[in-house]
């Protein structure tokens, strides 16, 4: 299986910050690269699929960049509604494997 | 909008079964694959199984293979997951998920129900 590693694991932020959160694969995945939102006691949200292009519907703010194994999510200007957790996901191959999640919390 | 509604949950002991159903509306459901995903109490995202658009093909984490069958109704939109001989690691929030528009992103999951709990303990 394709291991996904994120980091950091948590991360403080202010309002009007800017955060990337990097997300590495164990192999190649070429841009086969998602990334989803959480926030507790809910389902996650798409945000970003092919490593840089956004969900229908997802605010600019979000952006996503990357290739082979080495991926970023960059949030600018957070709001108090962007402190969630985030994970990225590889469709690369099977099966599809999550990052263990990062999450965002308020400084 | 995509709306998917998942129903089932429960407790439940180990070695016992129990089905999840997810009824899909504000899409073509009999074109798009459609997946489950689970996540147990505090613990990050796992992908459990995939439907293909017309059932003809599924695949499983090895995690859950040969115990849970995915299925699908086309003419009632509606996505299933039988479980059996359940273990107490498959407690989780079970998510279901639309699989992206191409053959690309069948893999991936552009939206999600709002997950149905299921504990297995005796």
């Known amino acids: 299986d394709i291991q996904m590693t994120q980091s950091p694991s948590s991360l403080s932020a202010s309002v009007g910050d800017r955060v990337t959160i990097t997300c590495r694969a164990s192999?190649?995945?070429?841009?086969?690269l998602a990334w989803f939102q959480q926030k507790p006691g809910k389902a996650p949200k798409s945000l970003i699929y092919?490593?840089?292009s956004l969900q229908s519907g997802v605010p600019s703010k979000f952006s996503g960049s990357g290739s082979g194994t080495d991926f970023t999510l960059t949030i600018s200007s957070l709001q108090p509604e962007d402190f969630a957790t985030y994970y990225c996901?590889?469709?690369?191959?099977?099966?599809?494997?999550f990052g263990q999640g990062t999450k965002l919390e308020i400084k | 909008q995509v709306q998917l509604v998942e129903s089932g949950g429960g407790v439940v002991q180990p070695g016992r079964s129990l089905r999840l159903s997810c009824a899909a509306s504000g899409f073509t459901f009999s074109g798009y694959g459609m997946h489950w995903v689970r996540q147990a109490p505090g613990k990050g995202l796992e992908w459990v199984a995939l439907?293909?658009?017309?059932?003809?093909?599924?695949y499983y984490a090895d995690s859950v293979e040969g115990r849970f069958t995915i299925s699908r109704d086309n003419s009632k939109n509606t996505l299933y997951l039988q479980m059996s001989s359940l273990r107490t690691e498959d407690t989780a929030v079970y998510f279901c998920a639309k699989a992206g528009d191409s053959s690309a992103t069948t893999r991936t999951f552009y939206s999600w129900g709002q997950g149905t709990l299921v504990t297995v303990s005796s």
């Open positions: 439907i293909s658009y017309d059932g003809s093909n599924k």
């Open positions: 996901q590889q469709y690369h191959r099977y099966p599809p494997t």
């Open positions: 192999q190649g995945i070429y841009i086969y």
């Open positions: 092919a490593a840089s």
